[in-house]
């Protein structure tokens, strides 16, 4: 595989994203500034912290097979497969369902095939214990030698590229929030940022692991506690790729006020939650709030 098939740089990611403010009166009558920071204008097939968590994985990985995992909607099966497609390596993706194997696909694994990637359906039992050595082993006797990135892509060497989010972001906020999943961003976002800066997370499943998934992921990543950071558990709206009308509503809302394309499942419940935390009076007077946009619809 040639070095260059392996320069991110040529594919061109608009670095460091747009910062923008965001006029807002449910946040500007507490006192509250509310800025957008617009990691989904990265690249427009590797968005928002994809770009940043797959970036040193991708390199590591040096163009050998890239083997990975998501569910039927998964934004980072997605990303890498358009990766693959990009640098020119192949990918496979273990899906979670097994009874999707004999369907046709949905725009989302679709897209995934269409840009090449291998797409390996296991049952849900399988898929649970995709960490285990056994399973692990069985997926690479099926598949060969493979770079082996976990669901997410929240690793080590993921949470050490969000650091350049924290980075990019030091002295501009008080509280820097992302919408989590598996925690990997915020790990990184949290360690790059400047003494005094806090990250907050909104995680977007329920079951209340994230915390001891973002100490685990420091530990790996920086041999320990890095920076400051806290969650809020009560915006999920039901659990993973679960929304309500109210959400709905409040995103469309949310488009108009700010010509903002308001993505569902992760943004959408991040602005929620800011919002309701302003009127919660969370934010002190004087205090602003920087919203990490990590995807678009």
Known sequence: ??????????????LPSPLQPAEDERFARHGVRLLLKRDDLIHPDLPGNKWRKLSLNLRAAAGRTVLTFGGAYSNHLRATAAAGRLLGFPTIG????????????????AQCAADGMTLHFVDRATYRAKADPEVLAGLLSTFGECCVIPEGGSNALAAQGCTELGRELRDRADVVAVACGTGGTLAGLAAGLA?????????????????????????????????SWFLDERFHFGGYARTTPQLHDFADDFEQRHGLPVERLYVAKLLYALTALAEEGAFPAGTTVAAVVTGRP
């Not at 595989?1 to 608009?14: H, I, T």
């Not at 003494?195 to 990543?221: C, H, S, T, Y």
């Open 94 to 109: 273990v899906v979670r369902g097994d009874e999707l194997a004999g369907r046709p696909l949905n725009p989302s694994l």
């Open 195 to 227: 003494p005094g800066q806090r990250a907050l997370g909104i995680p977007v499943l329920r079951g209340g692991f994230l915390g001891d998934a973002v100490r685990k992921l420091q530990q790996e990543a920086f041999g320990g506690p890095a920076g």
């Open 1 to 14: 595989m040639p070095s260059e098939a392996l320069d991110l740089s040529r594919l061109q990611p608009l």
